[in-house]
């Protein structure tokens, strides 16, 4: 980072340091600017006038201070990003403009640099949508090159989440209806960022308005199938024995968060022993044959037995957990966060407060989806009171955030009773 301190300073000073002169305006210059006084030696030194030397770090820390950042620690952290500036620049012009071939043109690019194409990519469709430009949305969505299928799943990810987080403020009922009817739409945004603390909000209308849709395609209405149930058992509702028959069954080929989902929801609904002795042998053999899906597979089901108590649930989660430590692409990092949320319930239904205590100091809440977060984030703040009164420690604080964050959740299901009899069944 040293050349690019020593390019950003010429530009600073408006010329090019090849000779003594030069090394003394600087000084001079850097003086009147700064207060800081370094010899026009160390720059003759620095720029190769006279035999180099390394600088030491108060030089660069001067120069830094120089060119508008406060250190030189701060300038090797945030000058690519500075740097990047003009592209993004370019980005927002080319909207202000309207032209949808050239949005189109500039999204290929970054994807095939494989240049913050998400983030270019959310920025594009965040912005469209505040403009109310349906037309070159839909070409975005249609487009061949933006399919769910055409992208990894990281990218995927991080496109649903961004995306949906907007819709959290955003209010057009018509422009969402248009997008809804958009498969691409449905799996980049609908089924990617699923808003746990809005089943009853935005998008249980979201579900509610696609549930009466007749064309659909068979994979969105397994999906609405699950949602409807979950949302029902949060709000204490007889379960409506159609959606439960609409309801597949497990299936191999089925992604490994969709058989994790359907797993889970199908413990939860039945009281068949015969059925769940049967659901817990597909699921092992599942793990069995595919144990690099192993955290994928429990993630629902690590969801659904926070809420509810599932023997079954707990008996796999807790006989896997030593299999869910794999990091391969940044959703990871959420779906091991919850599953060490759940750790912390099970442990604390054994009375481990102390071991359960130091898994919650050491999760990475900020890694957890948002779609997921402020449901989790109820329980981690329930958990850490439950510990606190439990070791005598203080806890008004603990169960004033508790409080509060439970009030954020409209789900029939958070009652008083709720919380005072969660682990009771330990």
Known sequence: MIEELKREVEQTLGRKVLKRGDCELLADDLYQKTGTVVSYNTFRRLFGIIEYRKPRESTLDALSVYIGFESFQDFTKR????????VWEHLYVMLSEGNSNEILRYLYYRKRQQDQFTIAFTIVVRELLNRKDLSTLLLIFRDPLFQFKALPYDQVAQIGVLIGLHFRTFQDKEAEEILLLEPNFRDLVFKIFVDYGRLNGKYG????????????????????????????????????????????????????ILFGRLFGLHTLTTTS????????????????????????????PAVQALVLN?????????????????????????????????????????????????????????????????????????????????????????????????????????????????????
């Open 205 to 256: 209308q979201w579900i509610d308005y696609l549930s009466e849709i007749k064309d659909l395609d068979a994979e969105t209405k397994m999906f609405l199938s699950c949602l409807q149930i979950w949302r029902a058992l949060l709000n204490l509702k007889t379960q409506d024995s159609r959606q439960l028959q609409l309801l597949p069954q497990l299936d191999a080929a089925q992604h490994p």
């Open 79 to 86: 000058f690519s990003e500075v740097d990047t500036w003009p």
């Open 273 to 300: 022993k015969k059925k769940l002795e049967k659901l817990k042998g597909q699921m092992e053999q599942r793990i069995s044959q595919e144990p690099h899906f192993v955290t994928e597979l429990l993630y629902e």
């Open 310 to 426: 599932s023997q079954l649930h707990e008996q796999i989660l807790k006989a896997h957990q030593h299999q869910i430590n794999r990091i391969n692409f940044w959703y990871h990092v959420s779906q091991v966060a919850i599953h060490r949320v759940l750790q912390v319930k099970m442990l604390l239904g054994e009375r481990q407060y102390l071991v359960a205590k130091s898994i919650l100091e050491h999760i990475p809440y900020g890694h957890i989806r948002h779609g997921y977060r402020e449901f989790i984030e109820l329980y981690v703040a329930f958990f850490r009171w439950h510990i606190a009164k439990s070791l005598n420690e203080p806890s008004r604080e603990l169960e004033i955030e508790f409080s509060m964050r439970k009030t954020k959740l409209h789900y029939p299901i958070f009652t008083d009773a709720y919380f005072e009899g969660y682990f009771q069944t330990y």
